[in-house]
């Protein structure tokens, strides 16, 4: 029979399914769950029915947007935070670079590079406006379907808050 | 009929050889080791103005091994398309005490790394721009650490060799 050798055999294809799959989820596409509230109602919106209290949502995010680190207001993304590298979070993007935002106390200005990311539920968000803009090298891919709980699966739309945000590229068009 | 099966069948099995390789290139070059072209002044006289290659490792920084005097590879929080090599000079909790320009004035200034960060200045102070200019940089920017530079001394001979640590001798901290 040879066990040691049946023993190699799969020990190879659990490896090579292990480094493929590593590549397509960091070059094109993976599934992650998401955890808490910051994003209600886009992402685990905490109503009565039993499907969505059983578990997070999952999500898939599209790695191919970090070619050209092009992304648009609106779009939902997946970054490390800057405090701690080792926790991603998932918030919406609301201002690109040289924007100028409106917070509650000031206005800021998004330097280059960076982006400032708000969750879609205000007020149980941690996000941009704690700790600030957020380098778009720390981006890690964005949000384009939801998977799971099976009756909200569709893509996940942008918005804008245009009342908040003045955006250099908006103003160029007049 | 049966001589495209047999043709179509070998060429399946030339692509999957080949993509099975790609995958294990692609894993290879970002979580274990990979050579890069790092080219510029800011590092002077560490590296050449003109290019060296030299061999990154990926594992320290996701291990939380990194420490100051490593040479590291980060992506720019200006610009994320671009990767920067610089020195780490400080980790988070430490105080760093650094003057902007110090052939112009002798003003100094001094904070603490916030945590989650690290402080990276190239060895060429009067060239570079580093966290003097964009301030601290998250951790989770760092791609990772250099340790082995290829440099050809002349035309026939090419020198393998580990990359100073350690040469912080301009800046105090606590």
């Given amino acids: 029979m040879g066990t040691p050798r049946v023993l190699w055999s799969i020990t190879k294809k659990c490896f090579t399914v292990g480094v493929i799959t590593l590549t397509v989820s960091d070059l094109f596409a993976s599934i992650v769950p998401v955890r808490g509230a910051s994003m209600s109602p886009t992402f685990n919106p905490k109503t009565n029915s039993l499907l969505d209290s059983l578990s997070d949502d999952r999500v898939l995010v599209e790695k191919l947007c970090l070619r050209n680190y092009k992304f648009s207001h609106g779009d939902v993304i997946v970054f490390s935070s800057p405090n701690n590298h080792k926790e991603k979070h998932v918030k919406r993007i609301v201002g690109l670079p040289g924007d100028w935002v409106g917070t509650i106390y000031d206005v800021v200005h998004i330097p280059e590079g960076h982006c400032w990311v708000e969750g879609d539920n205000t007020a149980s968000s941690l996000d941009s406006r704690s700790f600030g803009p957020v380098p778009l090298g720390l981006v890690k891919g964005r949000v384009t379907h939801v998977l799971w709980p099976p009756h909200r699966v569709g893509t996940v739309d942008r918005k804008t808050s245009q009342n908040r945000v003045s955006s250099s590229s908006s103003a160029s068009k007049f | ?174």
């Fill in chain 2, 1 to 174: 009929m049966r001589q495209w099966r047999i043709i179509a069948k070998e060429a399946m099995t030339r692509a999957s050889i080949i993509g099975k390789f790609l995958c294990l290139l692609h894993v290879t070059d970002a979580y274990v080791l990979s050579s890069n072209h790092v080219l510029g002044p800011s590092m002077l006289p560490t590296l050449n103005i003109t290019g060296d290659v030299v061999l990154v490792e990926h594992l320290s920084h996701r291990l939380g091994k990194l420490g100051s005097g490593d040479l590291v590879l980060v992506r720019s929080p200006l610009d994320p398309k671009k990767t920067l090599t610089k020195r780490i000079v400080a980790m988070e909790g430490d105080k760093v005490t650094f003057s902007l320009d110090s052939t112009r004035s002798h003003n100094s200034r001094s904070l603490v790394v916030p945590k989650g960060h690290v402080w990276i200045q190239g060895d060429n102070l009067y060239v570079s721009r580093d966290s003097r200019h964009f301030g601290p940089l998250p951790y989770g920017l760092i791609e990772g650490k250099v340790f082995m530079r290829v440099s050809n001394v002349n035309a026939n001979s090419i020198a393998f060799g580990f990359v100073p640590q350690n040469e912080f001798n301009h800046i105090y901290w606590n």
